[in-house]
């Protein structure tokens, strides 16, 4: 979407990366020659915030909120492994006597600042992933439970039919979102704290292609493409007493 349209997204929703609606644009902020730098949302909490433009992605009337912890790591995940990478390749370049020891070794020392603030920034975005997965799961439960009762209710005639499709489609459409979210939030958890032990699987091409080019090293490992789960089966209860969940 071009930046003049953009002025059009202002009152319509905004979802997140699982379809869930979480406010509205509110306005933009835009600098003095016209650019556009930020996003005024209202959040359904009411929370009125003001949002980087790359947390928002405009695609046609979908307006979709980035979740930070996704972005976040995403980055880290392409930048320690690079980090790594270079110095690697500043170590072959010592040995091969391609660069002079002070040299090295200020390179080195900035590699191993950067890199340090790269773990911390890491874990915290490992702990904020386990808050999440933590809160997803209790989701899945309670919605699992609802469903069970909704079930129930409809067996001994209290919820008529309409009423409990209308329901049930909104709750298993809701529990397919938590599955997800909760799929997401545990692979990016496993991935960052594969990147942290050293798993060179989780290396992107791109990074191995950068140090073959440095070191002249022939290193040819392809990333392992992940693959979400299925969404959780949902147990239909059918005699009162013998809800599994």
Not at 78 to 94: C, G, N, S, T, V
Not at 137 to 153: G, H, Q
Not at 165 to 183: G, I, N, P, Y
Not at 218 to 226: C, L
Request: hydrophobic share 35%; glycine share 6%; net charge negative.
């Amino acid at each position: 979407m071009s930046n003049s349209n953009l002025f059009l997204c202002i009152g319509k929703p905004i979802k997140n990366d699982y379809g869930r609606i979480i406010g509205k644009v509110a306005s933009f902020a835009l600098t003095p020659d016209g650019k556009f730098d930020a996003v005024y949302v209202e959040f359904g909490d009411g929370q009125f915030t003001k949002q980087p433009m790359e947390n928002l992605r405009f695609n046609g009337a979908e307006i979709t909120f980035v979740t930070k912890i996704k972005s976040q790591a995403g980055t880290l995940c392409d930048h320690i492994p690079l980090i790594w990478r270079k110095d690697e390749a500043l170590k072959d370049l010592l040995e091969k006597k391609k660069i002079a020891p002070d040299v090295f070794q200020d390179l080195h020392q900035s590699f191993g600042t950067v890199l340090t603030q790269f773990k911390k920034d890491a874990q915290v975005i490992i702990d904020e992933s386990v808050v999440e997965i933590e809160r997803c799961r209790e989701e899945i439960t309670s919605l699992s439970y609802a469903i069970a009762n909704l079930e129930i209710e409809h067996e001994i005639g209290k919820v008529d039919e309409e009423t409990y499709k209308s329901a049930f489609t909104l709750l298993q459409e809701t529990l397919k979102r938590a599955s997800s979210e909760k799929t997401d939030y545990e692979q990016t958890k496993s991935k960052l704290a594969s990147v942290l032990l050293g798993d060179q699987s989780q290396v992107p091409r791109s990074t191995k292609i950068y140090a073959e080019h440095v070191v002249n090293n022939n290193i040819s490992n392809n990333d392992a493409a992940s693959k979400l789960p299925e969404p959780p089966v949902v147990v239909y209860v059918k005699e009162i007493g013998k809800a599994g969940i």
